[in-house]
């Protein structure tokens, strides 16, 4: 099992948390304001949740990144190389309280997180589910409910597909970051905050 940690533990951060918890597998959460202020946080989440900082978060197998997207730069400055361990783009190119759409130059938004991550192999998932859908039973509709993932690298994508399915969902690769990534990018693409079942 791969250590994971999580940068940025607001609704999302935390939500993947809870999911990866609920399933027995221990994660380092962490965000700008150091680990007491997440005291509370861990606490409602349980011992498989600790608080840790931005930087230990960044040291695990799998980083989630889970940041409003004008914050992505601060949040990811300064880390050790991630010399190609798996970062995982929970992002979207949009925040509160303008939800004006961030300026991408045309690219897909992961194309652009994935210049914050110098040597990360990068893949886009956990971004189109509204966070209670990703804490929510998988399995509470019958069937699975569909999460998507979109990554250039191969192997990186096997291992996100792996743990999307350990947390009881079903996992569809989309194809690439500029193809798959475009597709559950909010705004823009047309999946995301669908609830989506695989049946059979
Ligand atoms: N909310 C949704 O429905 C939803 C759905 C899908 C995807 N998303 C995407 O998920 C991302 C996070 O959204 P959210 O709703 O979870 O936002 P949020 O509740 O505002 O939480 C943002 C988190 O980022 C942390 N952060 C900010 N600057 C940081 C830094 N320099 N270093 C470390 N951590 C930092 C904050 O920590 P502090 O509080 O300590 O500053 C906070 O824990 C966004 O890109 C959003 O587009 C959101």
Do not use: C
Not at 45 to 66: D, W, Y
Not at 89 to 107: Q, T, V
């Amino acid at each position: 099992m791969s250590t994971i940690g999580i940068i940025g533990a607001g609704n999302i951060g935390r939500a993947i948390a809870q999911a990866l918890a609920r399933n027995g597998i221990a994660v380092t959460l962490s965000n700008s304001r150091g680990p007491d202020s997440l005291a509370t946080t861990v606490a409602e989440l349980g011992p498989l949740v600790t608080a840790g900082t931005r930087e230990e978060a960044a040291s695990k197998e799998i980083v989630f990144v889970a940041v409003n997207w004008s914050k992505l730069p601060d949040a990811l400055a300064g880390l050790p190389p991630f010399g190609g361990r798996i970062v995982v783009d929970a992002n979207n190119p949009i925040e509160a309280p303008l939800f004006k759409p961030a300026e991408l130059g045309g690219r897909a938004s992961s194309e652009v997180f994935a210049d914050l991550v110098p040597g990360a192999r990068v893949v886009k998932a956990f971004n189109h589910l509204l966070p209670e859908l990703l804490t929510a039973d998988p399995a509470g509709e019958g069937g699975r409910r569909v999460l998507f993932y979109s990554g250039d690298e191969a192997g990186a994508k096997a291992a996100v597909g792996t743990l999307i399915e350990q947390l009881g969902f079903f996992g569809i690769d989309l194809g690439s970051l500029a193809i798959g990534g475009r597709l559950t990018q909010f705004p823009g693409g047309p999946l995301p905050a669908l609830n989506l079942v695989k049946f059979g």
